[in-house]
């Protein structure tokens, strides 16, 4: 029996579909439109907010030891240092390092070559986890015994939260538009062609057919149409993916920005297409035959 209704169920949702093909077309289109703006908009955050956490990882606090300290007692603060909250590695830098590093960064410098290397100061690169928490993470460096003056970039610091932060928003408020906007068009489109059978569906009301009987064909409907541009908008974006994924490989010659690859992220993205396109069309059908049953 149970059988039996799936059948008849599909085969009614298929129906509806076919003898309403433009409404159907155009529901499937819209909904389409609708997933993938979302689905680009999601998978620029994703990458986005990878890039900013490879961003903030290599955003280092550069802590510099107190001048009257050895090297084996400076090198001896990792420690005290690797204990502090927020701090996920310590990287002691001597004075010639300190030095080549400058000179390598300005190689067209030639003064710079004959420096002594005392001039420098021994010091610690800190990496650190989390972004917010990186002014109390400086004051707490500040007041370890042995480190005399700490330097950080506070506005690169600011300035990678407010990106992140803006991005998170506004995927998400978009997200939620556009969901409601695809719950809406699949529900008018369905209310169009329930409004076509009111009569027989009253018919049907009649002679004892239960609210479920008579829903049921509606919400196979909407589930198919939502399968099917859920379907659809999975394969045009990852053509869309691929064609963004060169071309920035193509003009970033120096490797700003990365790129998920698609083979890592095409599972959960099919079945976020799948079933947000089946929850949208589920949603529109139910939404669109509820008024029609009140008879």
């Keep these: 029996m149970v059988k039996h209704n799936f059948v008849y169920f599909f085969r009614e949702g298929l129906k509806n579909m076919s003898s309403h093909r433009l409404m159907s077309f155009t529901a499937i289109s819209m909904t389409l439109g609708c997933l993938l703006i979302m689905g680009t908009f999601t998978l620029v955050a994703v990458n986005a907010a990878m890039n900013l956490s490879t961003l903030a990882n290599s955003n280092e606090i550069v802590a510099f030891v107190d001048e009257t300290l050895t090297e084996q007692q400076g090198r001896a603060l990792e420690e005290k240092l690797l204990s502090i909250p927020n701090i996920t590695a310590a990287r002691y830098i001597t004075r010639a390092e300190a030095l080549a590093a400058y000179t390598e960064k300005n190689p067209q ?144 010659a120096q490797r700003l920005f990365e790129i998920l690859p698609f083979s890592r992220i095409w599972l959960p993205v099919l079945g976020s297409f799948l079933g947000t396109g089946m929850l949208v069309g589920i949603g529109g059908s139910m939404t669109a035959i509820r008024r029609f049953l009140d008879v």
């Design 109 to 252: 410098e030639e003064l710079f070559r004959d420096l002594d290397p005392g001039i420098f100061r021994d010091r610690y690169a800190l990496t650190i986890e989390n972004l917010e928490q990186i002014d109390l993470t400086v004051r707490r460096v500040e007041h370890t015994d042995g480190i005399a003056k700490v330097n950080y970039y506070e506005e690169m610091a600011s300035g990678i939260i407010t990106v992140r932060n803006v991005a998170a928003i506004v995927s998400a408020a978009l997200i939620g538009v556009l969901f409601v906007v695809s719950v809406f068009i699949i529900s008018n489109t369905i209310r169009l062609t329930t409004y076509d059978r009111r009569e027989e569906i009253a018919i049907m009301k009649i002679v004892g057919a239960t609210n479920a009987f008579i829903r049921w064909p509606f919400v196979y409907e909407g589930f198919l149409m939502g399968m099917i541009a859920g379907g659809l908008a999975f394969l045009l974006q990852w053509g869309l993916y691929a064609a963004v994924t060169g071309a920035v490989a193509e003009n970033d």
